[in-house]
């Protein structure tokens, strides 16, 4: 099977603060992978070491056999590498669809066309129009950003990371504040995601990601405490120690 | 898919010129006709709003603040009247000619934009417009120094119209360019470049996970903006045949700021109703009380401001009044 992302021996050391303590990481292609651990384990951290939003202090991080340790954040993009956030990070001044539009658009490398109207494309829009009305958003897409609702911002959230058609997708907690009646919205849609697309999940909801990964990462203070298939996993002593009683005073 | 067509519709909505957009720009001209006496201010006029229009490209639309965008007006300014002053008096010459030079001003100091707070690159584009006022001020005998620049020769625009005393030639000279420079900067603000700015202005962290090259974008608005302000630069020392270190000087900065401020910031007819209204203001209260009219200039942009705070702030609490309602707790 091939890899899709690998990191190895990464470090990053916010002044005495180790977040991240030589995680050496594999990810097979077409894998569901969890990445769970307390908060403040460092799974964020970890995100934006893969992303290129933080530079290691030590360490190689390798997309599909390419090192990408040094390559600036929009690059990684470029080759299939996408995130969301566990905060929301949205254009909160444009509609869903100017900024899905702009995301197909870039993805196309046409970001900088300066002659065209935004949207004159009409290619770019229906593909924007598409995932729109597959996340439900369709009713709201002419709407500012800000005045959306969470539930929806938190599914834009989702998809303009699918605008950018992701080889491997990095989940950072998509349903964090979502309140339990409209999980399942969220739920469906990580189900429905393509097959060969590589997925990493960061996810509290113990029945999500168990539903969800078929292998887990466990995340303590920084260091990779454990991993194995969901089972192994769940059975794990050290795990129920470390996690399963933390998250439980939640 | 009828429902395609009209969301693509939609999202061209907003570029669509409208009648009014006509009206005002046909206003324009007509003024002249209605207020002949006044030709050499309206000009003064149009080159303010050109000046404005440039800095709104990289304030309102690119989200990056400075208080030095004199440097460019002024080096547009020397750039073309050094060339009328050495023979090459042809004015659509000296136009591109400044647009270049302050093209690359722009481009190479673009780059110390690309990180920091606001309060850095207000220093920063402070800092190279000082710079630059010191520059022509010790290259005196180029730049003429404080005497300014002595013995520029403008031709005929096109080789046509000759300046008259009046300024009507100044005025429809001016006018034309800010409407040409008006279009490009129309088109370019609704494309999908423009759309990325805002993207980058609004976030800037979200703009990178969606491809976005930050950098590239604003390096690329920052030197557009460079070479429209050069233009404005340069219209003003040919229809006045006049350059003096005044075009480098702090208040220029200063006062474009206010400008675009009293306009509107990300709005590209802001500039030139702020430079309508600033320039106005300016000679009439100049008229009145040639001693204290900034004064009442500081006034009235104390005024909007205050009078723009406070609709942010009831427009907040009737949000925040409405969110704790629904929510209950608060
Ligand atoms: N930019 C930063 N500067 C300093 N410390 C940080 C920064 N980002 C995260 N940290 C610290 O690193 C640790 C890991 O944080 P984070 O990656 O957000 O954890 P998680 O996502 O697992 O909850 C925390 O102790 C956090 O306070
Ligand atoms: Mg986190």
Avoid at chain 2, 257 to 281: D, Q
């Amino acid at each position: 099977m091939s890899i899709a992302l690998a990191t190895h021996e990464l470090v990053k050391n916010f002044g005495g603060l180790r977040a991240t303590d030589h995680v050496s990481l594999t990810i097979h292609t077409g894998a569901r992978h969890a990445l769970i651990g307390p908060n403040g384990a460092g799974k964020t951290t970890l995100i934006n070491l893969l992303t290129g939003v933080l530079t290691p202090s030590q360490g190689t991080i390798m997309l599909e056999g390419t090192n990408i340790t040094r390559l600036s954040q929009h690059a990684r993009v470029q080759r299939g590498l996408v995130r969301t956030f566990q905060i929301n990070q949205l254009f909160a001044d444009m509609s869903p669809l100017q900024s899905l539009c702009l995301a197909v658009s870039e993805r196309h490398q046409q970001g900088r066309d300066w002659w065209h109207v935004a949207g004159s494309n009409k290619s770019f829009v229906d593909e924007a129009e598409d995932i729109l009305t597959r996340f439900g958003l369709s009713d709201v897409m002419m709407q500012q950003t800000r005045f959306l609702p969470y539930g929806k911002q938190r599914l834009l959230e989702i998809a303009l990371a699918i605008a950018c058609k992701p080889r491997v997708l990095l989940l950072d907690e998509p349903a964090a504040g979502v309140p339990e009646e409209e999980r399942h919205e969220i739920i469906d849609i990580l189900a429905d995601l393509p097959k060969d697309v590589t997925v990493v999940l960061i996810e509290h909801d113990m029945d999500l990601v168990f539903s969800f990964a078929d292998r887990i990462s466990v995340l303590v203070n920084g260091a990779l405490l454990t991993e194995g298939g969901v089972d192994e996993i769940a059975r794990d002593p050290q795990v129920r120690a470390v996690y399963l009683g933390e998250s439980g005073h939640e | 898919m009828s429902m395609t067509a009209s969301t693509h519709d939609m999202m061209l909505e907003q570029a669509r010129w409208r009648w009014s957009e006509s009206l005002f720009w046909i206003l324009s001209v007509l003024v002249l006709f209605v207020f002949p006496s006044k030709a050499l201010l309206f000009s003064q006029i149009a080159i303010m709003g050109l000046f404005a229009l440039s800095l709104d490209l990289i304030l309102g639309y690119g989200g990056i603040v400075s208080l030095g965008h004199a440097a460019f007006f002024g080096v547009g300014a020397y750039a073309a009247g050094l060339m009328a002053k050495h023979g090459l008096g042809d004015p659509l010459l000296g136009l591109a000619v400044a647009a270049c030079v302050a093209a690359c001003i722009g481009w190479l100091t673009s780059f110390l934009l690309l990180r920091g707070s606001d309060l850095t690159r207000l220093m920063v584009t402070l800092g190279i417009a000082l710079m630059l006022f010191e520059l022509a001020n010790r290259m005196a005998s180029i730049t003429g120094g404080a005497d300014g620049l002595q013995g520029m020769m403008v031709g005929p625009v096109l080789g046509l119209f000759s300046f008259d005393l009046f300024g009507k030639t100044a005025y429809l000279y001016s006018l034309a360019v800010l409407f040409v420079l008006f279009l490009l900067s129309r088109k370019i603000v609704h494309s999908t470049f423009g759309l990325s700015l805002r993207a980058v202005k609004g976030n800037i962290l979200r703009a990178g996970a969606i491809g976005i090259s930050a950098s590239s974008r604003l390096v690329a608005i920052y030197t557009l903006s460079a070479a429209i302000a050069g233009i404005a630069g340069a219209l003003s020392a040919q229809t006045t045949q006049l350059v003096s270190l005044d075009v480098l000087d702090f208040h220029r900065s200063a006062d474009v700021m206010l400008v675009l401020v009293i306009g509107g910031v990300g709005w590209l007819y802001g500039g030139i109703i702020g430079a309508i209204m600033f320039t106005l203001m300016q000679d009439w209260l100049a008229g009145i009380t040639p001693q204290y009219w900034e004064f009442w200039i500081g006034l009235v942009l104390v005024c909007l401001v205050l009078v723009g705070h406070d609709r942010i702030k009831t427009g907040f609490q009737s949000i925040t009044a409405r969110v704790s309602g629904k929510g209950g707790a608060a």
